[in-house]
């Protein structure tokens, strides 16, 4: 076997080599240690190789038994370093916490994957909790973009391990979590599929939270297919019921309301000719206003974003005290913003919510919204760490799109739909009202490989 490359393998593949005997699941993970070893090193915060090759014999003991656990028994994946692991501190990406006691057992979601044979290699990096768009961090080091053949790019964040390990080709999958657009933001300037469910689709036991109202989880793929797989087994399902929907009927609105507003050119147009190629395949689209989108931001502007209030309250023991002083000193800077907002504010944020939920799905009446997931490509780092006032300015243009996802409470897969500025991944991202998720999982199925180019 030691001639079989197995990088860049999607999941199913991976899976197909393994069940069929070409790959055994102990060789596909000694590989796979072997690539996190050589790769760069600020990806991943902990590689849990023992803990790897145990799951790894025992897949392939039941496989060579015939009592492969489902379609994924043997695959690896990793963990943002959010998600409690049994034996390990829960570090959430800070140097403050290395020293807390190690979890006690798996978080929920980690359990599952286990179950359904998943081989957990280690915990990736990630923005330290879970506070930015941009992925950078200053403690574990920023992973690179490896699309970029310039200078070092974001990785975006703040699932930024998550993103990399699976666009570098190290695993075909890992699992992340988004608040403001930490899934969809890393999968589009990585060029990787990446799939935000439905804030409450899984369960949060032993997830690190920075705001309990937002906080949703999501995995990056290589594709659609292996991102339906992992859906399924973190629900604790064998098999999934969702099935190939169809772009020819389909209605999509693309809205002219804030989500395309200071776009870069290049990323328009990738946009623009993933709808007219979705268009061509029969999807019916409409272009309309959408003023809720634009209310959230409103709403924002006048109370305070609801993520910063509730992101004060989880880290005001650190803030507060003299881990405050080992902090990233902008999420320090960010969080301290959430003792600004008073409680009636917060209050208002939440009581407007519901209402604005119901209006957007009233406007999109079953229809998917699409637009760019962010309005720019990967940004060079060096930059953003020189200029505080530039990190700040980036990062607000790198949420927007996707934090009004968020108050609205809906699912967005990020589909990579082609290259902007510097042959940088664009991505589409396609967005369902919550709950939705099945029906939003079977369109991009189908719409994939139209959105998709060849090399995309």
């Known amino acids: 076997m030691g001639d079989i490359d197995i990088k860049d393998r999607s ?8 069940q069929s005997g070409l790959v055994d699941a102990e060789y596909v993970a000694e590989a796979t240690l072997a690539a996190i070893a050589a790769a760069d090193p600020a990806i991943f915060t902990r590689v849990t190789a023992g803990r790897a090759m145990v799951e790894a014999r025992e897949a392939s003991r039941r496989i060579r038994a015939g009592r492969a656990r489902g379609p994924l028994d043997g695959v690896p994946v990793a963990w943002k370093d959010l998600f409690a692991v049994e034996g390990l501190a829960t570090t959430a990406g800070s140097r403050i916490l290395a020293d807390d006691p190690p979890a006690t057992a798996d978080a929920a979601v980690v359990a599952r994957l286990q179950a359904a044979g998943m081989v957990a290699v280690g915990r990736v990096n990630m923005t330290e909790f879970a506070f930015s768009g941009l992925g950078l961090n200053p403690h574990y080091g920023t992973p690179a973009n490896p699309h970029s053949t310039d200078e070092p790019r974001i990785p975006g964040g703040s699932s930024s391990g998550s993103a990399v390990a699976v666009a570098a080709g190290l695993v075909p999958v890992a699992i992340g979590t988004d608040t403001g657009g930490s899934v969809r933001i890393p999968a589009h300037f990585n060029g990787v599929v990446g799939y935000k469910a ?11 939270p920075l705001s309990t109202s937002l906080d949703s989880l999501g995995c990056f793929t290589r594709t659609v297919e292996d991102a339906v797989l992992v859906d399924a087994a973190m629900n604790g399902l064998v098999a999934s019921p969702i099935r190939r929907g169809a772009v020819a009927g389909a209605r999509l609105v693309v809205p002219e309301t804030v989500m395309f507003d200071g776009a870069e050119p290049e990323v328009v147009a990738a946009v623009e000719a993933a709808v007219k190629r979705l268009e061509a395949a029969g ?22 974003a609801l993520v910063t209030a509730e992101a004060y309250a989880v880290l005001r023991r650190h803030l507060d005290g003299p881990g405050a002083a080992g902090m990233d000193r902008r999420v320090v800077a960010r969080s301290r913003l959430g003792a600004n907002i008073a409680t009636t504010d917060y209050i208002a944020l939440l009581a407007a919510r519901a209402g604005m939920v119901e ?8 229809a998917f919204l699409i637009h760019p997931t962010v309005p720019h490509v990967a940004p060079p780092i060096a930059a953003l760490e020189a200029d505080d006032d530039l990190f700040v300015a980036v990062n607000g243009r790198t949420l927007r799109n996707t934090l009004i996802g968020n108050y609205l409470d809906t699912a967005g897969v990020s589909l990579p739909c082609g290259t902007g500025a510097a042959g940088l991944p664009v991505g589409l991202l396609v967005s369902a009202p919550g ?19 060849p090399n995309a």
């Open 198 to 208: 439905t804030r409450g689709r899984y369960p949060m036991a032993g997830v690190h």
């Open 11 to 18: 999941a199913l593949q991976l899976a197909a080599m393994i």
């Open 359 to 366: 209006t957007l799905a009233r406007e999109l009446d079953g």
């Open 435 to 453: 709950g939705a998720d099945e029906a939003l999982l079977s369109f991009c199925l189908a719409a994939e490989p139209v959105v998709r180019l």
């Open 283 to 304: 999807a019916v689209v409409t272009r309309r206003p959408l003023p809720v989108l634009a209310e959230v931001l409103s709403l924002y502007a006048e109370h305070g």
